[in-house]
């Protein structure tokens, strides 16, 4: 799990954590995860970078009740 995250803890190269990554089931399975979850904080984060329009509540209040 270190390896997927980044930090791995023990002293192993580089390239054997790339080997391992690569012909590791679980691992890449994790790998996959994290970069599915990173994707989705990123578009939500983008989401909500911006204000609302100015009217943005009186319009959702009249679409409520119209």
Do not use: N, W
Request: with cysteine.
């Amino acid at each position: 799990m270190a390896i997927a995250l980044g930090g791995a803890s023990d002293h192993r190269r580089p390239a054997e954590h790339a080997q391992h990554l690569a012909s590791c089931p679980k691992c890449v399975a994790f790998d996959r995860q994290l970069s599915f979850i990173t994707e989705a904080a990123r578009c939500a984060c983008a989401a909500f970078a911006a204000e609302p329009a100015p009217d943005f509540e009186s319009r959702i209040l009249r679409r409520l009740y119209s």
